[in-house]
């Protein structure tokens, strides 16, 4: 993986990134964009005593900024909040999506009614989980308080705390590229999509 790498110095930027094996290719991702990297993201959640410390360290971030729930979107994300309410003992919710929209099943509507809400997920690339997790908060009627993740990917991914216009924390960032249909390189060149690992 290509350097550039900026973390939290309590987190070891090469044991977080062990956590998440990495593939290169030409990849369309939920948001509709493409990009050139794909994370096995499933593969945080096989050891979570490994991840702990991470979790941990997210936890103190999004806690600076007030929280009563913390809200992610399924799947990982979700597992990731779990986790930080967990180590936090805050409530916990999920947002799945539904027709491209995401939003919070009816019992955890009252759950956050009212209520201040950090939005985590496991990885921001485009930010259209997290960023849709902050908005079926917000139609809860939630106040987001912040949103988080583990690994910021890319240019794009710094710019989803003002679009969520709130603060939004995370553990490292990595370079990588991302973009639309029409701006797609690999796409003019005329490279396939590859499947995403199974």
């Known amino acids: ?5 900026s973390v939290a110095a309590v987190a ?6 062990d956590l998440v094996p990495a593939r290169r290719g030409h990849f369309e991702y939920e948001s509709g964009h493409h990009g050139d990297l794909w994370l096995d993201l499933d593969t945080l959640l096989l050891r979570p005593r490994r991840l702990q410390p991470y979790v941990s360290q997210l936890a ?5 900024h007030g929280l009563e729930v913390v809200c992610g979107p399924l799947v990982g994300g979700a597992f ?5 309410a967990a180590e936090l003992d805050v409530g916990f919710c999920y947002s799945v999506r539904r027709d491209g929209v995401y939003e919070l099943p009816g019992a955890f509507g009252p759950a956050v009614t009212g209520r201040r809400v950090a939005g985590v ?9 997290v960023l849709g997790t902050a908005a079926a908060v917000r139609a809860a009627g939630g106040v987001l308080t912040s949103v988080g993740a583990l690994l910021a990917l890319g240019d794009s991914a710094t710019a989803v705390g003002a679009a969520a216009t709130v603060p939004f924390e995370h553990l490292a960032a990595m370079p990588t590229a991302l973009w639309t249909v029409t701006d797609c390189p690999l796409c003019a ?8 690992p199974s």
């Open 121 to 129: 997920d496991d990885v921001v690339n485009a930010g259209s989980a």
């Open 1 to 5: 993986m290509g350097g550039g790498l």
């Open 60 to 64: 103190h971030q999004v806690a600076l």
């Open 189 to 196: 060149a005329g490279d396939p999509l590859d499947p995403p």
């Open 12 to 17: 070891e930027p090469e044991s977080l990134l």
């Open 80 to 84: 990731v909040a779990h986790s930080v």
